[in-house]
C-alpha cells in the first residue's frame, strides 16, 4: 500500500521514498488515518515499528505552510537521543516542505537553541528540562500548540517526570489535538491519558509486551566468572558486525568497554554521565561503522534508531522485564532481522524468569559451540518459576557491570516543586482523586 492511500500529500509521501520507506508498517496503517482526523490518539507498539514515522508524516500533513509566529507542534520526549532523533524525522520526512523543527534538549549550549526560536519554529521537538527551563525564562510561549505529542509516555513514568509533564501540559490550548505514543502499556500510563486527551482512539499493535516477530532472541547460560570471556568468544565470529551491548550501570559500561579495549576492541560508550558531544560522537561512531561496539545503559534502549545492528547482547539481565523488550528492539527494526543474546548466570535465573512471563514465550538456552565452559559444559539454569535467582546487586564488584548504581538520570533536584502551578489547562483532564506514587516526580531533567 502506498503512502499516498493513507491520505498523505505527494510531497509527504516523496520524502517517506527517499528515506527508504517502500511501504508503511502497522502501526502507520492504523495511526496515520486517525491523526488526519484531528481525533486524540493513544497508540502502543513494540519497539522498532515506525511509531516515530506515524505521527511525524501524518503531523505534517496537516501543518500547511511555514509560520514564524510561534510552534503549533510540540513533541515531549524523555530523552536527549530520542529528542534529536524525532527531531531528524521531522526534517527528513518534511523535505520537501518548508517547516522548520527546532530540538530542545540539554548537554549543550543554552544560547544557539534560543536564537533558533526566535528565528521561528513551526515544530519544537523537546526534551522535558530543557523545555521547562524555556517556559520558566519566558523565551517560548505554548499558546499557539495545536498538536501535542507525548512520545515514549512510559520511559517518562519511569524516569519520574510527570509532574512536570502535567505543567507543560496545562500551558498548551485546551482546544487541540494530543497523540500518546507508548512501546508498553503500565497501568500508570491510563492516568496520563485521562489527565491529557479526550475520547482518544486506541491503537494497539500486537501484544506491547511482546518482542518484534523480526528477531531471533537466544539464552547462553555461563558461570558469573566467564562471562566476559563468552562474550570476546561470541565477537569474534565473523557474523558480529554491529553490536549493542547493555550493562546495568554507569560504571559498568565503562568498566566492560575498557576491558573490550583491552582486548583490542573498538568500542564506543553511552550513558548518562557522558557529555553530549561524547554522546553525540559515540552514535555517530556508531552508525558510521567506526566502532564496531556500542556499550550502553538502559538510555540507549529507547528511540535510538541505527540501521543494521546485528546483535544486542544483555551482558546484563535487566532489572526490570520492559527492558528486555526495549533493548533488544534496537536490532530487528523496520522488518529487518537481528538477534538478541542475553548471557545469564544462574543467580540471574529469577530476572529471565519475569522477561519470558512478560513476553509471553520461552527463550531458548544454547551452548556457544568451541567455548571452554567451566566444569566442561554450560550450567542449566530454571527459569520456570520466580525466585529461583535474582540479578546481582548493582553495588556488588563484578567483571564489566560494577558499582553503585545512582540512576541513569543523576542526583538533578525536581523543579517541580520550586515551579508556581500554570491554571491554564482545563480541569477535566486533571486525574481525578489523589495522584498516586507514579504522579510524584523522583528526578530532574
Given amino acids: 500500500?502506498?503512502?499516498?492511500?493513507?491520505?498523505?500529500?505527494?510531497?509527504?509521501?516523496?520524502?517517506?521514498?527517499?528515506?527508504?520507506?517502500?511501504?508503511?508498517?502497522?502501526?502507520?496503517?492504523?495511526?496515520?488515518?486517525?491523526?488526519?482526523?484531528?481525533?486524540?490518539?493513544?497508540?502502543?507498539?513494540?519497539?522498532?515499528?515506525?511509531?516515530?514515522?506515524?505521527?511525524?508524516?501524518?503531523?505534517?500533513?496537516?501543518?500547511?505552510?511555514?509560520?514564524?509566529?510561534?510552534?503549533?507542534?510540540?513533541?515531549?520526549?524523555?530523552?536527549?537521543?530520542?529528542?534529536?532523533?524525532?527531531?531528524?524525522?521531522?526534517?527528513?520526512?518534511?523535505?520537501?516542505?518548508?517547516?522548520?523543527?527546532?530540538?530542545?534538549?540539554?548537554?549543550?549550549?543554552?544560547?544557539?537553541?534560543?536564537?533558533?526560536?526566535?528565528?521561528?519554529?513551526?515544530?519544537?521537538?523537546?526534551?522535558?528540562?530543557?523545555?521547562?527551563?524555556?517556559?520558566?525564562?519566558?523565551?517560548?510561549?505554548?499558546?499557539?500548540?495545536?498538536?501535542?505529542?507525548?512520545?515514549?509516555?512510559?520511559?517518562?513514568?519511569?524516569?519520574?517526570?510527570?509532574?512536570?509533564?502535567?505543567?507543560?501540559?496545562?500551558?498548551?490550548?485546551?482546544?487541540?489535538?494530543?497523540?500518546?505514543?507508548?512501546?508498553?502499556?503500565?497501568?500508570?500510563?491510563?492516568?496520563?491519558?485521562?489527565?491529557?486527551?479526550?475520547?482518544?482512539?486506541?491503537?494497539?499493535?500486537?501484544r506491547t509486551s511482546a518482542v518484534t516477530e523480526t528477531v531471533n532472541h537466544a539464552i547462553h547460560t555461563v558461570a558469573e566468572v566467564q562471562k566476559f570471556d563468552l562474550l570476546l568468544a561470541l565477537l569474534q565470529r565473523p557474523e558480529f558486525t554491529s553490536v549493542l551491548i547493555f550493562a546495568r550501570t554507569k560504571h559498568g559500561a565503562d568498566h566492560l568497554a575498557h576491558l573490550l579495549r583491552l582486548a583490542n576492541r573498538s568500542v564506543a560508550v553511552l550513558h548518562a554521565n557522558r557529555t553530549q558531544p561524547q554522546r553525540v560522537a559515540a552514535l555517530a561512531g556508531f552508525k558510521s561503522g567506526k566502532h564496531g561496539i556500542m556499550v550502553a545503559t538502559d538510555i540507549a534502549a529507547r528511540g535510538i534508531d541505527v540501521a543494521g545492528v546485528s546483535h544486542v547482547i544483555n551482558y546484563d539481565v535487566p532489572r526490570n522485564p520492559e527492558d528486555y523488550v526495549h533493548r533488544i528492539g534496537r536490532t530487528g527494526r523496520a522488518l529487518s532481522v537481528g538477534d538478541a543474546l542475553m548471557l545469564v548466570s544462574p543467580e540471574e535465573a529469577g530476572a529471565v524468569h519475569a522477561i519470558e512471563k512478560f513476553i509471553g514465550q520461552k527463550i531458548a538456552q544454547r551452548p556457544l559451540e568451541g567455548f571452554a565452559y567451566k566444569g566442561g559444559q554450560p550450567p542449566v539454569i530454571d527459569t520456570s518459576r520466580p525466585g529461583s535467582g535474582q540479578p546481582p546487586r548493582a553495588g556488588r564488584q563484578r567483571l564489566g557491570a560494577g558499582g553503585q548504581q545512582k540512576g541513569e538520570t543523576g542526583r538533578h533536584q525536581s523543579r517541580a516543586a520550586s515551579r508556581p502551578s500554570h491554571g491554564g489547562g482545563n480541569p477535566n483532564y486533571h486525574p481525578k482523586g489523589k495522584p498516586g506514587a507514579h504522579w510524584r516526580s523522583r528526578s530532574g531533567r
Fill in 1 to 206: 500500500m502506498p503512502f499516498t492511500k493513507l491520505g498523505l500529500y505527494s510531497s509527504l509521501a516523496r520524502g517517506a521514498q527517499a528515506l527508504g520507506y517502500t511501504e508503511p508498517t502497522p502501526i502507520q496503517i492504523q495511526a496515520i488515518p486517525s491523526i488526519l482526523t484531528g481525533r486524540d490518539l493513544v497508540a502502543s507498539a513494540p519497539t522498532g515499528t515506525g511509531k516515530t514515522a506515524a505521527f511525524v508524516l501524518p503531523v505534517l500533513n496537516r501543518l500547511g505552510p511555514h509560520q514564524p509566529s510561534g510552534p503549533r507542534v510540540l513533541v515531549l520526549a524523555p530523552t536527549r537521543e530520542l529528542s534529536v532523533q524525532v527531531g531528524n524525522a521531522f526534517r527528513e520526512l518534511g523535505r520537501f516542505t518548508d517547516l522548520v523543527t527546532v530540538v530542545l534538549h540539554g548537554g549543550v549550549d543554552y544560547n544557539p537553541q534560543r536564537k533558533a526560536l526566535r528565528a521561528g519554529a513551526d515544530i519544537v521537538v523537546a526534551t522535558v528540562g530543557r523545555l521547562s527551563e524555556f517556559l520558566d525564562d519566558k523565551v517560548l510561549r505554548l499558546d499557539r500548540v495545536s498538536v501535542l505529542i507525548l512520545d515514549e509516555v512510559d520511559r517518562m513514568l519511569d524516569m519520574g517526570f510527570i509532574d512536570e509533564v502535567k505543567t507543560i501540559v496545562r500551558q498548551c490550548p485546551l482546544e487541540r489535538q494530543t497523540l500518546l505514543f507508548s512501546a508498553t502499556v503500565p497501568p500508570a500510563l491510563e492516568e496520563v491519558a485521562k489527565f491529557a486527551l479526550r475520547e482518544p482512539v486506541r491503537i494497539e499493535i500486537g
